[in-house]
């Protein structure tokens, strides 16, 4: 096994960790037994949990914004490019066992025992995510798909919350149907 796929096997193992159990509640030895390798092992290549959660919140903030970037550039009306953004966060739910939520979701709700640049990385994700819902958003205005009184940032805010903050709910009971009812009533609201 060259070093390459050990990395990501211990980013794998983690990410599945956190999202379903939490930073605090991962640790090396959970990842070391997913992987099948030596504490060591995971020291060589992420000497502190610090550097480990760094490294996973910077590749899946690539990831993610990178396929929102993709929903946001097809010619797609406002409305679907707003279902296929929120289908994003349904897929994470409806992975493994029904027990996952956003990563960052996750660490977002452990942000009092991170270090600074870790919160730092929280901000920039929920912030990016603002931005993108902006622009669509403002299409659906701008077109007259979307009706919704008010901010169109302070909107694009509460649906970022509804998503993040449905993950918990949905993951207490209903699971995805949950989940998905949820996103049907946030479609209602926005259209107006």
């Known amino acids: 096994m ?21 930073v605090n509640a991962m640790s090396y030895q959970d990842i070391s037994e997913a992987v099948g390798i030596r504490k060591a092992s995971i020291h060589y290549h992420f000497p502190t949990k610090d550097d480990l959660v760094a490294a996973l919140l910077d590749r899946y903030h ?8 993709g929903i946001i550039a097809q010619p797609d009306s406002a409305e ?57 958003l403002t299409q659906g205005k701008d077109s007259g798909e979307f009706g919704f009184a008010g901010d169109i940032r302070a909107m694009a805010t509460s649906i970022f919350s509804l998503l993040e903050g449905g993950f918990l709910v949905a993951r207490a009971h209903g ?10 009533q946030l479609m209602r609201l926005v259209k107006g």
């Open 80 to 136: 679907i490019k707003l279902r296929r953004y929120c289908s994003l966060f349904e897929a994470t739910l409806s992975s493994g066992n029904g027990d996952k939520a956003c990563l960052y979701g996750m660490v977002g709700a452990e942000l009092a025992t991170l270090k600074h640049y870790l919160v730092d990385r929280v901000t920039a994700f929920y912030r990016d995510n603002e931005d993108r819902l902006v622009r669509i």
């Open 62 to 69: 690539d990831y993610f914004l990178r396929l929102v970037d």
């Open 2 to 22: 060259n070093s390459i796929d050990t990395r990501t096997q211990i980013l794998d193992a983690a990410q599945d960790l956190i999202q379903r159990l939490g």
């Open 175 to 184: 699971g995805a149907a949950q989940y998905r009812a949820i996103v049907e």
